[in-house]
């Protein structure tokens, strides 16, 4: 059975750092592209880094470049996504997912199996 489990969400204050983790089962995540999103109340979901699984390039939102770092390893059956310098607007619930489909993708359509999400609250 395929499963997407994500840990390491928590309230932090802004200026601070969290790492979060996806721990895939039943499968091996080696040919899989994978990618974090997130959705804050009221707004839609949004992709904010992805990792192809075609040539290993990376995609990050505008929004989070230069403060969060995506990675992946194999090994552990497992990608993270390292955030840095947190803002209040950085608040959501935030999805691991991955995709079947060979390339780099960011439209949540793209993906095919998703975690059930991990809160990320920023305030002070």
């Known amino acids: 059975q395929v499963q997407l489990v994500e840990s390491g969400g928590a309230l932090v204050q802004p200026g601070g750092s969290l790492r979060l983790s996806c721990a895939a089962s039943?499968?091996?995540?080696?040919?899989?592209?994978i990618g974090w999103f997130r959705q804050a109340p009221g707004k839609e979901r949004e992709a904010v880094s992805s990792i192809s699984n075609r040539d290993g390039s990376i995609f990050y939102a505008d929004s989070v470049k230069g403060r969060f770092t995506i990675s992946r390893d194999n090994a552990k059956n497992a990608f993270y996504l390292q955030m840095d310098s947190l803002k209040p607007e950085d608040t959501a619930v935030y999805y691991c997912?991955?995709?079947?489909?060979?390339?780099?993708?960011?439209?949540?359509?793209?993906?095919?199996?998703w975690g059930q999400g991990t809160q990320v609250t920023v305030s002070s």
């Open positions: 997912a991955t995709s079947e489909r060979y390339g780099r993708f960011y439209r949540a359509y793209e993906f095919d199996h």
């Open positions: 039943g499968f091996s995540l080696e040919y899989y592209a």
